[in-house]
């Protein structure tokens, strides 16, 4: 080791390095604690507000207050939403999900709704149904 009454110097030094060191643990304590709470604060922050980005002749971005809303598909089912019936209800319940493009696709093809539909092609192939399927599809 050392001798304490030789070297005066090298006590002082590592009594200022534990000081040192100290500090620099509180400092560095300090500063993960700010920036943490500074993280959830804007977080926070961000999940209240929305920024719009409009056109510069109007003021450029605006910041306004984020409206909270409970989804309409959550507590009514699709075919309640869109006011179906008929038809149009059993398309909706049988696909689920995908209800509006079952619906488009059976509008586009059968504007009626009829499932008894029948259309002949000039190829000599046939639609049938609801969603106009093409006999040439079935096996």
């Known amino acids: 080791m050392y001798n304490q009454q030789k ?15 100290l500090y620099t643990l509180a400092v560095t304590l300090l500063t993960a604690t700010l920036g943490a709470y500074g993280s959830y604060v804007i977080s926070t922050y961000f999940d209240n507000h929305k920024w719009e980005f409009r056109s510069p002749i109007q003021s ?24 179906l019936t008929g038809i149009e ?40 149904g609801l969603f106009q399927i093409n006999t040439i599809h079935f096996d």
Not at 7 to 21: A, C, L
Not at 73 to 80: F, H, N, R, S, Y
């Open 60 to 83: 450029p971005v605006v910041i306004s207050k984020r409206i909270q809303t409970v989804a309409l598909a959550e507590t009514v089912p699709l075919w309640q939403q869109l006011q």
């Open 7 to 21: 070297y005066p110097m090298v006590r002082r030094f590592i009594r200022r390095s534990k000081k040192v060191t």
């Open 89 to 128: 209800k059993d398309i909706c319940v049988r696909f689920g999900t995908d209800c509006r493009l079952a619906l488009a696709i059976s509008k586009a093809e059968n504007r009626d709704h009829r499932c008894d539909y029948v259309n002949k092609n000039k190829n000599g192939s046939v639609d049938v």
